[in-house]
């Protein structure tokens, strides 16, 4: 196992995701209501499991699992950008984070994105971003909570319909 980081007392435990992991973390994201309703289900692995190949062998990315006691209850997906913007500041975008319903409320969300921002600050990043769904009030705050700012709104384009 490829511990990255030790939390709050040794009760947590940041780990680079395996392949073995992907059917926790797609129970993770599809038991979120608004994944769901975009399409994310357990069952067929295989686009996760091509995606999580894809993921693993760049290293541009990290896609990680938050431990407890009880096993997986976290996961959040960390890419270096390189960018011309901000005089050439690298940033780091934060993508799909997820903490088991059961597990919020106890600071593990708080302590899993601040690993990631000292992991961005480690890795040269000097601005970390992420998106975060227009419905997601709750989620909203947590970000504020934690320093992040909604400086931008965000534009999607679903390329999987024909228009």
């Known amino acids: 196992m490829d511990v990255l980081a030790t939390l709050a007392d040794g009760t947590l435990t940041v780990r680079r995701a395996r392949v073995t992991d992907v ?10 209501p608004v994944s769901a309703g ?3 289900a357990v069952g067929d692995l295989a686009p996760y499991e091509a995606a999580f190949a894809e993921i693993d062998a760049d290293p541009a990315h990290l896609l990680v699992c938050l431990d407890d006691a009880d096993g997986t209850v976290g996961t ?10 901000r005089r050439g500041t690298r940033r780091a975008q934060l993508e799909s984070v997820h903490v088991d319903e059961r597990c919020r409320g106890r600071g593990y969300g708080a302590l899993l994105v601040g690993w990631a921002v000292d ?8 601005l970390v ?6 419905s997601r009030a709750d989620a ?21 319909s024909r228009r």
Do not use: M, N
């Open 23 to 32: 059917p926790a973390l797609v129970g993770l994201i599809a038991a979120d």
């Open 38 to 40: 975009r399409g994310d």
């Open 76 to 85: 959040l997906q960390l890419t270096v950008l390189p960018s011309l913007g």
């Open 119 to 126: 992991e961005a600050r480690r890795r040269g990043c000097g």
């Open 129 to 134: 971003q992420l998106t975060s769904d227009a």
């Open 140 to 160: 909203h705050r947590f970000y504020e909570r934690l320093g992040f700012t909604a400086s931008h709104a965000g534009f999607k384009r679903d390329l999987t």
